[in-house]
């Protein structure tokens, strides 16, 4: 079964922070994604990377960044947290090209809250 | 970009068949038709996955007419273990087209 880890099921920061979510896969899998999720909103891409090193933003990038240094981790960056930015943050990986025919595996999830 | 929408939520009975609609009115010729679910707390599964007509799978069974504007997730004789969101996704081969709906709240009640 692929596994997809999260580093932390809890986080509070504090507004300002610079804070870091760290995914890791074990599949070997090309692509890996970060969305945020939030009531009513479903999930939202924030960006993706199909390879390491290359990185794509997604619908909503903006306060984000993304680090891809190793095929199987993938870390979403928020530079200066604002509180705005609390939400569910699900992680994802999948093998192949990496669209919605693609079967995506999800993390556990991140919930972040900054105050 | 294939917009979907479903049913914000759904409530069923233990052992009862549950189907759930998904609608897709700009689907492209390439795109396929996923389904996950998600419970709380974790992150969403795949269920199943189809292009056309009917796709079976041990969990799920999914129906797509000819003209593809649409698809129903079929869940037979449910069980309270499958109180989750049910989330719709319309897309081929590009992650730009990643675009999950709000999903469908369904509650089964014993």
């Known amino acids: 079964d692929v596994k997809v880890t999260q580093s932390s099921r809890y986080l509070v920061k504090r507004t300002g922070e610079k804070v870091f979510l760290e995914c890791v896969q074990d599949?070997?899998?090309?692509?890996m994604f970060w969305y945020r999720q939030d009531p009513g909103l479903g999930l939202r891409l924030i960006y993706f990377?199909?390879?390491?090193?290359?990185?794509e933003k997604g619908d909503i990038p903006e306060g984000y960044s993304v680090s891809r240094e190793k095929k199987e981790r993938f870390s979403l960056i928020l530079e200066s947290a604002s509180t705005n930015q609390t939400s569910m943050y699900l992680c994802a990986s999948s093998e192949h090209r990496g669209g919605a025919s693609d079967t995506q595996y999800f993390g556990p999830g991140t919930r972040l809250t900054v105050l | 970009l294939a917009k979907t929408t479903q049913p914000i939520s759904m409530d069923s009975y233990e052992g009862q068949e549950v189907n759930i609609t998904c609608s897709h009115n700009?689907?492209?010729?390439?795109?396929?038709i996923t389904w996950y679910q998600q419970f709380p707390s974790q992150g969403p599964r795949f269920i199943i996955q189809?292009?056309?007509t009917k796709v079976t799978n041990e969990v799920a069974s999914l129906f797509i007419p000819a003209d593809r504007k649409s698809s129903t997730l079929s869940l037979p004789r449910v069980s309270l273990s499958d109180t989750a969101v049910y989330y719709c996704?319309?897309?081929?081969?590009?992650?730009?087209?990643?675009?999950f709906g709000s999903g469908t709240q369904l509650t089964v009640l014993p």
């Open positions: 990377s199909y390879d390491v090193k290359m990185k």
């Open positions: 599949m070997d899998h090309e692509n």
């Open positions: 189809g292009y056309k």
């Open positions: 996704l319309v897309g081929a081969g590009s992650a730009r087209q990643l675009t």
């Open positions: 700009n689907i492209a010729t390439n795109d396929y």
